[in-house]
């Protein structure tokens, strides 16, 4: 009998040791959500009732924007062991997905987790003050013009030290978003497309083509001379922009936008130079003595406020093309417009200028972009010949600016549609691109196109008919109110997608000189203040940015020395 219950409880005794090996075991479940680009799927281990790893599956998700976001969102759930926590700014709609999605993983390992929604955050922290910081350089701002800066300060002395704060979770602004990297001369991709007019003589043609800019003549000068440079400087980081598709066009290859691939190498080299980036951190106001700029007051998450006190001071925190009050102040009637801005550009620092008396330009100057996708906001378009019709099928006129936009806000549903053929496909990798994301509607007639986009056929075919006669005879349509440059192609495929116009950028802002310096009213420097980027007064764009923050970085660095 003794050797009946030795038995028995050795057999108990194993189970409970399987069963214990067996708890201990990690699971893998695999659960999904719902993004900006559909289904997302993550994969979440599990042990003991804590979550160790989550891993990203299949995504549908903007690649420039999961790439960034995922390691953060994934990081705050491991830390909390839960997914009621905050969402990564600039990526609400993914991170939602993934809070989702591991919510669903926990409820299949028989846990219990609060319904996720978009609303979702995690614990709220109460407010503090910390300890105030010096530094040599700070940065405000970490897209385009901010990181160029970072970049460029520590290349040209080491020894500095360097802040970048950003008030979104993620890095590089509207850059990483951007096809075409254009004003930039002398290119190694220019020379080996035989792109003469830019590789010879460049630097006196580009002051040239910029003399009606509305800059000053010092700017553009400067301006030049580091375009001219510019590719040599983000080769050397690694970055290679291959595809010069005429003038001054650059993508990184055929089948690659530009931003994505210059704004990953910039951000490689600040965390190669040891830049201390702080990201969730955002700039409020200047520290002004005397005249001089002596650091910035900045609030983490709005959780610590502190002031970092610095040598110099670089402002590179954008334009305001997602504050709809200062769009009716500055470019009344623009803030009815949608803009395919990032949402940080919310022109946090056009007050503070105010304030302090500095030179303000241009503030009601805008830049809209013809075509975004509704409601994704992509940019799209550049097709060799393209039609806009509404939801009678009825052809719009290509106008511009604020016009097209509130042309397209008087149609029914305020809806219109950009449409092409098989050659207009053909010719633009950025429709291609759509195209093969699934955003465009397709039809092999354009009865079938039109019944995709919930456009009329019949007003539709009558007024495709009538545009390629005019495009045959070479006489005005009507609609349109030009001559078509040639009809649409006989036979399908046709493409379409609903578009309307959008603000894309102020380009207003405070002014500064051909070293970045910023000036008073006055036309004085203000000692220890830069501003690059969409932030000040800039006629061009996306590698004016990258230039005048390289620009600030150099010169505020070299009066470290």
Avoid at 312 to 318: N, P
Wanted: with cysteine; proline share 2%; charged share 20%.
């Amino acid at each position: 009998m003794k050797d009946l219950l030795r038995k028995a409880g050795l057999v108990l005794i194993a189970a409970l040791l399987l069963s214990t090996a067996a708890a201990a075991e990690p699971t893998v479940y695999t659960a999904s959500g719902t993004g900006y680009g559909g289904e997302l799927t993550v994969e979440v281990t599990m042990e003991d009732g804590v979550i160790t790893d989550i891993a990203l599956g299949e995504s549908h998700e903007t690649n420039v924007v999961i790439d960034r976001a995922f390691p953060v969102i994934r990081e705050r759930i491991l830390e909390a062991n839960s997914p009621v926590v905050d969402s990564v700014s600039a990526a609400t709609f993914s991170s939602y997905a993934v809070k989702a999605a591991v919510a669903d993983a926990m409820k299949q390992a028989g846990m219990d987790v609060e319904e996720i929604t978009m609303a979702t955050a995690g614990e709220e922290k109460p407010a503090t003050e910390r300890e105030d910081e010096n530094c040599d350089i700070v940065i405000v701002g970490g897209g385009p013009a901010g990181l160029a800066a970072a970049v460029s300060a520590k290349q040209t002395n080491p020894d500095v030290h360097v802040i970048l704060v950003e008030k979104l979770d993620i890095l590089s602004g509207n850059g990483k978003f951007d096809m075409n990297f254009f004003d930039i001369i002398n290119t190694q991709a220019q020379k080996e497309a035989g792109n003469e007019e830019w590789t010879v003589d460049q630097v006196a043609h580009f002051i040239e083509a910029k003399s009606q800019s509305g800059e000053s003549a010092e700017r553009i000068a400067v301006w030049a001379e580091e375009e001219n440079t510019l590719d040599a400087w983000l080769r050397a980081m690694g970055v290679e922009l291959n595809y010069n598709y005429g003038g001054t066009n650059h993508m990184a290859e055929a089948d690659q936008y530009a931003g994505e691939v210059i704004q990953a190498g910039l951000e490689n080299a600040v965390a190669e130079l040891g830049v201390d980036v702080r990201t969730g951190t955002k700039g409020t106001d200047l520290v002004m003595e005397d005249g001089t700029c002596k650091g910035v007051l900045v609030t983490n998450n709005d959780q610590e406020t502190y002031t970092i006190y610095a040598d110099s001071v670089i402002v590179a925190t954008g334009g305001f093309c997602c504050n709809k009050e200062l769009l009716a102040e500055y470019a009344p009637g623009y803030e009815v417009l949608n803009t395919s801005n990032q949402m940080g550009a919310t022109g946090d620092f056009v007050k503070v200028f105010e304030k302090y008396g500095f030179k303000m330009e241009n503030m009601g100057k805008m830049s809209v972009f013809a075509n975004i996708i509704v409601p994704r906001r992509d940019l799209t378009g550049g097709a060799d010949m393209n039609l806009l019709v509404n939801r009678e099928g009825e052809l719009l006129p290509n106008q511009s600016g604020l016009d097209r936009g509130l042309m397209i806000m008087e149609q029914t549903d305020g809806a219109a549609f950009y449409i092409t053929d098989q050659t207009g496909y053909d010719s633009f990798y950025r429709i291609r691109k759509h195209v093969g994301l699934g955003y465009y509607a397709q039809g092999e007639t354009l009865e079938e196109l039109a019944e995709a986009l919930g456009i009329d056929a019949a007003g539709l075919t009558a007024s495709v008919e009538q545009y390629n006669a005019d495009a045959q005879e070479g006489t005005e349509n009507a609609s349109t109110g030009s001559v078509p440059s040639r009809a649409l192609d006989a036979e399908g495929p046709y493409y379409g997608v609903r578009v309307e116009a959008a603000n894309h950028m102020t380009k207003g802002g405070v002014v500064a000189n051909e070293h970045a310096q910023v000036l008073t009213e006055e036309g004085n420097v203000v000692p220890g203040l830069y501003a690059a980027g969409e932030v000040t007064w800039q006629s061009g764009g996306y590698s004016q940015s990258v230039v005048f923050g390289k620009i600030a970085g150099a010169h505020a660095a070299a009066a470290e020395e």
